[in-house]
Structures are given as C-alpha cells and as structure tokens.
T-cell receptor, first 111, second 114 residues
C-alpha cells in the first residue's frame, strides 16, 4: 500500500517567518495531494490541494509544490501568524479515494 | 451549505459493549469514507462506500462492520469494544463522479471506552 512520510514532526517559527513541511510518497500512480489543518479535537480542514498535472499552486499565504519524479510535495506558509498554529497533515489519494495521511506536523508560531 | 453530519458527537461505552456511529453525507455525494484517529495520531482509513457498495477497505478490525443505506447515510458498527478503540471517528464524503477528489469531513464522533 501507499507509504507517506512527513517531516518535520514539530516546527516552531517566529511570527512573520515562513514554514515548510515536506511529504514523500511511494505510489507513483497517486494523483491527488491535499493538505489539512487540524486543531485539537476538530475535524481536518482542507487548506490547499494539488493534482499531479500541476507543479505548484498558491492561495494567498499558502502554497504547495509537487515533484512527481521525486515523489514529494511540500507545504509553504509565508508570513506566519499565531492562528496558523495547529497540526498539519499531508495526504495522498489512492485508488477508490482512500487517503493515506502523513504522521502530522505540529506547527507553533510564536508571537 | 450543508455539511457532513455525524451522530452522536460523543459516546461513552464500557469494554465489550457495542456502538453504532452514524454519518449523513453531503446531499448528492456518492462516496463515504470512515477514518479512525487515536490521540496524537493521524487519521487511519477504515472503509469506504461508493454508491452503497464497499469500495475499499483499510485497517478495519473484524469486530467492526459498516454499510451504506439507500438514502446514502452510513453506519459504523463496533462490537466487543476494547480500550484501544477510544478515538475520534471521522466520516467524510465526496462526489467521486464529478472528478473532484476533495473529501469533506464531518465533525467526528468521540468514542470513549471505559
């Protein structure tokens, strides 16, 4: 089955700095890569996604880049704010829509 | 806009009891997914249904079963509950036939097994 690795597991940045989280996957047939933000006890919330036919996608302060050859994709958050503090999960969509999640990154943005 | 509904939101059970979790997908969505998220863990895929038929199966214990009904709502039945079953259970839905892969998550059911 799909194997997804996410790094780092924890990330602490100063407000205004950038944060980068990286994920690698194993199945070259995977073609959809969402990123979720999850606050404690709440549902995963989609923040950005990318399909395999695109190399980069940006939405305001958030961007995702995909390297299909190397089988990795990254989340970039610029001008971080304290409310960006949460756990971030990458996911890879396999057959029948099954999502395999990374282990998560706890992002802390210090004011 | 209507979202995914899950009930109950919280459930407390004793070991060896049974539990039934319900999920009502977004209207017209054709696919339902169930995930289990233990404390400090990532969501683990359990099972999915497309048009009321099981479409994929993940790490779902044999003690668990699920189905999707004619009105598209889904139920996750859990028997012989163990302490390790305590977790957040999320249901998600999507409109697979539209070509969109986005899964919309419900608020989750927090199951506590004592």
């Amino acid at each position: 089955g799909e194997n997804v690795e996410q790094h780092p597991s924890t990330l602490s940045v100063q407000e205004g700095d950038s944060a980068v989280i990286k994920c690698t996957y194993s199945d070259s047939a995977s073609n959809y890569f969402p990123w979720y933000k999850q606050e404690l006890g709440k549902r995963p919330q989609l923040i950005i996604d990318i399909r395999s036919n695109v190399g980069e996608k940006k939405d305001q302060r958030i961007a995702v880049t995909l390297n299909k050859t190397a089988k990795h994709f990254s989340l970039h958050i610029t001008e971080t704010q304290p409310e960006d503090s949460a756990v971030y999960f990458c996911a890879v969509l396999g057959r029948a829509g099954k999502s395999t999640f990374g282990d998560g990154t706890t992002l802390t943005v210090k004011p | 806009a209507a979202g995914v509904i899950q009930s109950p939101r919280h459930l407390i059970k004793e070991k060896r009891e049974t539990a039934t979790l319900k999920c009502y997908p977004i209207p017209r969505h054709d696919t339902v997914y169930w995930y289990q998220q233990g404390p400090g863990q990532d969501p683990q895929f359990l099972i999915s249904f497309y048009e009321k038929m099981q479409s994929d199966k993940g790490s779902i214990p044999d003690r668990f079963s699920a189905q999707q009904f004619s009105d598209y709502h889904s139920e996750l039945n859990m028997s012989s509950l163990e302490l390790g079953d305590s977790a957040l259970y999320f249901c998600a839905s999507s409109l697979w036939t539209s070509g969109s892969n986005e899964q919309f998550f419900g608020p989750g059911t927090r199951l506590t097994v004592l």
